[in-house]
């Protein structure tokens, strides 16, 4: 069965929407949308250390991304916001990662695979990453959930219930960096924070509380991997921008329907 | 035993010392509250004790196994956050549907149950927080200016609830705010906060101390008194139950 193409791309999309989905909600919650993009971005370096330094993709993608995650929380709130930190970090780290890639003589590196992704080379062992690593990371946010939603909403209640929001913050960002490394194969970094965002986003309309809006965003998040993987073979578009243009269009479809729903009541 | 114990605290962020030499004591069942003008560290001495701030020296002792429901200054629930009065009572502990209602009962915000926690009026959130907080039963209740955004109706009868719970439920209650006549009425004890302890005792014997002048003006003349400085004006209220609304 996994000797079919189509099988292992469909299952990759599906590995990273389990991720990314739950994820992406607290994304969304925090704000943390640029965050996401950024860690993103600063991965493209990882990619080229790790062409360079012939190690695995994933490993070289997780470090970097990882690394600036914690180099702009530890940064933060010492003279400089977020997102200009975010904005030096990120892009940086893109533009020094093309041009290490431009140095990598030798091999041909098809820089557009990382930065769109290349979902349908997915092989049997990056399928045994991706879903090893969206396991991870399903796991750590169903863990930590309640402590994550209480820091989310208050700091201070996180602390008055024991709970320590900083180390909370941490976990949501190792979770993050892994995600990252994980999609860079499916969608590419350029659009890694649609798979976050635009299933929590398309879910808020139809959640009552934070539980269900996890579980519809991942069944969003699962549904565009499928429909967009299929429109993309049938009407032979790229895969990965495909996935993110069905979320886009569920997203468009859902809020519609919301608000017709609403004036109309 | 006492509920908190702080020794000698003193906090401070980066060369800001905002806390200096704190000593106070809660024990059971007493309602104590802290007043002091902007940046006198009220936030900052609370923040300390629920471990969210780092003194730089002093300690602060916890009776062991103290349980504390937390109120805070301002809990801004994002609008992408969907929530429930319900889900939210069960943030931190785990409770029954029939606790919850009977909790919101309580707080006097019935039927709430199923709302959305951003559809809230301000009165209606403060006391669903307190509620929430009151849940899991605590020894003390600490409030972070609980009542800020509430009107003076509002916050008057916020802290009559205070009073109730602790009639209820004998918890003691720790609060900060910066609402005189209203806070000082209900409280046992009252700190006067400026960086250190400037004065401390029964509200008419804080109203009436010389240090407590300094900062607020005269008698318990409600809260613009600490903008107003009004120092010519002199007479001592014994009675500060009596003064409800009198600015």
Known sequence: ?265 | MSLITVKNLSVAYGANTVLRDVSLVVEPGEIVTIVGPNGSGKSSLLRAIIGATEPASGEIFLKPGLKIGYVPQRLHVDPTLPITVERFMRLTDRVSKADCRSALAAAAVPDLLKRQMSRLSGGQFQRVMLARALINRPDVLLLDEATQGLDQPGSAAFYQQIETVRRDTGCAVLMVSHELHVVMSASDRVICLNGHVCCEGAPAVVASAPEYRALFGTGTGGALALYRHDHGHDHNHDHPQSHEVDD
């Open chain 1, 1 to 265: 069965m996994l000797d079919d193409f189509m099988t292992r791309a469909t299952l990759a999309g599906v590995g990273v929407a389990f991720a990314a989905a739950p994820l992406g909600c607290f994304v969304v919650w925090r704000r943390m949308a640029f965050f996401g993009d950024a860690t993103a971005h600063a991965a493209i370096l990882g990619v080229a250390l790790s062409l360079a330094l012939n190690i695995s993709v994933f490993a070289g993608a997780m470090a970097v991304a990882l690394i600036m995650a914690l180099v702009v929380t530890l940064l933060a709130g010492r003279g400089y916001a977020m997102d200009t930190l975010l904005g030096v970090l990120a892009h940086s780290s893109l533009a020094f990662g093309l041009v290490a890639v431009s140095f990598l003589s030798g091999i041909r590196v098809d820089l557009m695979a990382y930065l769109f992704g290349d979902i349908l080379a997915v092989s049997r062992s990056d399928l045994v990453v991706i879903w090893g690593g969206a396991a991870l990371v399903v796991a750590l946010v169903a863990w930590r959930w309640s402590a994550l939603l209480t820091s989310t909403l208050s700091e201070e209640l996180a602390y008055a219930s024991g709970l320590d929001p900083k180390r909370e913050q941490l976990i949501l960002t190792v979770a993050l960096a892994i995600t990252v490394a994980v999609a860079i194969k499916v969608v590419g970094v350029l659009l890694i924070a649609a798979m976050l965002i635009v299933p929590a986003a398309a879910a808020r309309g139809l959640a009552r509380t934070p539980e269900t809006m996890a579980v519809i965003a991942t069944a969003i998040g699962a549904i565009s991997a499928v429909a967009g993987l299929q429109g993309a073979y049938v009407l032979d578009t790229p895969a990965g921008p495909s996935i993110v243009c069905v979320a886009a269009i569920l997203f468009a479809g859902l809020n519609l329907i919301g608000w017709r729903n609403r004036s109309g009541a």
